[in-house]
């Protein structure tokens, strides 16, 4: 079974975090799933950009990002070559290494 290396961040995950995941699961429910409260405002519909990672290792094992996610992370602060949407990306066979960027752009937070 594929892992989900989480590397630390601060405030979310400052421990870290490895995880075993199904395939097809996607980074934000695998993250929720085992405690690590990604933000996440859209209810993982691909209308924000709170949930944005980095996939610093395993991006090639993901499916491609299609239009919509794009047209998202377009707006996401600190947007770089390996920036997904983690409601969107899906775990293939490969493990994962996913760094949590330090800000969100988050308009509407669920916890307010």
């Known amino acids: 079974m594929p892992q989900v ?3 630390p961040h ?3 995950c400052p421990e870290g ?3 075993e995941v199904e395939p097809g699961t996607t980074i934000c429910d695998a993250a929720l ?3 690590i409260e990604i933000e996440h405002a859209c209810e993982k519909s691909c209308a924000c950009t709170t949930c944005h990672v980095y996939v610093r290792e395993g ?3 993901l ?3 299609d239009e919509d996610e794009d047209d998202m992370l377009d707006k996401a602060w ?3 070559p390996d920036s997904r949407l983690s409601c969107q990306a ?3 066979g490969e493990d994962l290494v996913v760094e949590i960027p330090k800000y969100t752009i988050n308009m509407v937070s669920e916890h307010h």
Do not use: T
Request: glycine share 8%.
């Open 5 to 7: 290396i989480f590397l």
């Open 10 to 12: 601060e405030e979310i």
């Open 17 to 19: 975090a490895v995880i």
């Open 33 to 35: 799933a085992n405690g």
């Open 59 to 61: 991006l090639d094992s």
């Open 63 to 65: 499916e491609p990002s």
């Open 78 to 80: 600190g947007l770089e």
């Open 90 to 92: 899906r775990v293939a």
